[in-house]
């Protein structure tokens, strides 16, 4: 009896399984892409949704054949379900700038404006919301029925009117990921700049693993929109600029955080060209920049890091890495973790012999890992005291990099001493937590401006995205 109920059991899972991967893409879907763009309201406890519009977002560009986001990543998820059959036909996972905004606790109401992005579909769709629960679990918050043939769904391809170029071409949008860069605070004048970054920091993200290696996967364009003025807002030293994409410092009160509200005009400058993923360079030399899972990753340009920062905000906006410092001004520490972090880079160690990443750990290996974290973290909060002093000075821009360079090469030569310097692991501290969170190796772009490579859960963690759009 048991022997037939597991055989029957086997057999469940694997015909589940083969009616998802059944889902015929031009049994369902026209071929282009289908935006829902709402609002996103709420207050830190409370959160609504409100239908804004309904459009045609261009050729679709992502998978044909993977429909359904099994990575279980980010703070939010999205459903589309034929409404006849309940078939799900695709999902992914998200975040958003009202998450973030959610999370740092201001009780006032704040709106922001999102899209999600999917293939049209032929027949009556449900859009269905969820978020994740105090354990992690992903709830229906919002749903919503959308019918291709409905008055309120506006059909017509947005005729773009700017300046669009491709710096890599590798083939068809439909298996290769499709990266759109935009450029805010740059003249017309500045447009051979815009090209030049764009080349340059894209050349730097594909010396970087796993990117090096895949790098045929992958097409790049870029979209020109021109600035009245160079350089964007920066209200924290009082520099206030109107640019088209209205990319701002200062977002959440960061200094070195730089975002834009304005998600309407992005989207429809993005859709100039097919994407998957969206990058905006910032015509800028102070330090900064922000990613945000699948939405989009900032960067300043012209800062002595913004190589580093580009590959790093792209871990966050590519696949949902979290920040694996945590000695740094945005830092918190709860009592006790009891909750397993979704980030797939970083873990809460619940069950050591059960690690996020243990086919990548060697038995010899300590599990947590030493590192000499006190020296560490003694050496860190007193950069970042200085940090926030320099800042608050508002010295030039070449003081606060030549703080980071110290803080480099004094840090570099403390990881060199570490007997597991080159072990993955369990290393304390990360996603703003000085305990009780665990990264995967000493080192990552996710930790520190000293190393040009992710760590082997990070790795592995943006190989499985690239595999999502690139089959
Ligand atoms: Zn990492």
Redesign the pocket.
């Known amino acids: 009896m048991k022997g037939i109920s597991r055989v029957l059991m086997v057999l469940g899972i694997c015909s589940l399984s083969l009616a998802q991967a059944q889902v015929n893409y031009n049994q369902y879907f026209t071929g282009e892409t289908m935006r829902v763009d709402y609002f996103h309201t709420g207050t830190a406890t409370e959160e609504h949704f409100s239908l804004d519009r309904v459009l045609n977002d261009g050729s679709w560009a992502g998978s044909q054949t993977v429909l359904l986001d099994d990575l279980n990543r980010g703070l939010y998820f999205f459903k589309i379900t034929d409404t006849l059959t309940n078939t799900l036909l695709y999902s992914r996972g998200f975040a958003s700038v009202f998450g973030e905004w959610q999370s740092i606790g201001d009780p006032a109401w704040g709106t922001f404006h999102e899209s999600l992005r999917f293939p049209w579909p032929k027949l009556p769709v449900r859009l269905t919301i969820e978020k994740r629960d105090a354990k992690n679990s992903f709830v229906a918050i919002w749903s919503s029925v959308i019918d291709p043939k409905s008055r309120i769904v506006n059909p017509a391809v947005l005729k773009s009117t700017y300046k669009t170029f491709s710096y890599i071409e590798n083939g068809k949008s439909d298996n290769h990921v499709d990266i759109v860069i935009l450029g805010d605070g740059y003249t017309a004048a500045e447009m051979d700049k815009f090209h030049k970054d764009v080349k340059s920091l894209t050349d730097e993200l594909f010396t970087v693993e796993p990117y090096k290696s895949r790098k045929a996967d992958f097409n790049v364009r870029a979209v020109e929109t021109p600035s009245a003025s160079s350089g964007v807002n920066k209200p924290h030293p009082g520099v206030f600029n109107r640019t088209p994409l209205s990319m701002s410092y200062g977002a959440f009160d960061s200094e070195r955080y730089a975002l834009s509200y304005d998600n309407r005009t992005i989207r429809d400058v993005a859709s100039s060209v097919p994407y998957d993923y969206m990058f905006i360079l910032i015509n800028e030399r102070t330090y900064g920049g922000g990613g945000i899972f699948d939405l989009y990753s900032t960067v300043a340009a012209d800062n002595k890091f913004s190589r580093y920062i580009f590959v790093h905000e792209f871990?966050h906006s590519f696949a949902a890495?979290a920040d694996?410092y945590y000695a740094s001004d945005v830092s918190y520490q709860p009592t006790e973790i009891t909750v397993e972090p979704w980030e797939p880079?970083v873990t809460a160690l619940l069950d050591p012999s059960n690690l996020k990443w243990k086919d990548l750990v060697k038995p010899e290996t300590p599990i947590p890992t030493p590192w000499g974290k006190t020296d560490y973290d003694n050496y860190s909060y007193g950069i970042q005291k200085e940090r926030r002093a320099l800042r608050a000075a508002n010295v030039p821009e070449t003081e606060m990099e030549a703080l980071f360079e110290r803080e480099k090469k004094t840090s570099l030569e403390m990881f060199g001493k570490s007997k597991y310097k080159d072990a993955t692991g369990a290393f304390e501290g990360g996603n703003y937590m000085q305990f009780g969170i665990y990264?995967?190796?000493l080192d990552?772009?996710?930790?520190t401006r000293n190393k040009q490579e992710?760590?082997?859960?990070?790795?592995k963690a943006i190989s499985e995205v690239i595999d999502m759009y690139a089959k």
């Not at 992710?454 to 790795?459: D, G, K, R, S, Y």
């Open positions: 871990g890495l694996e880079n990264r995967s190796a990552c772009i996710m930790f992710f760590c082997p859960a990070c790795t």
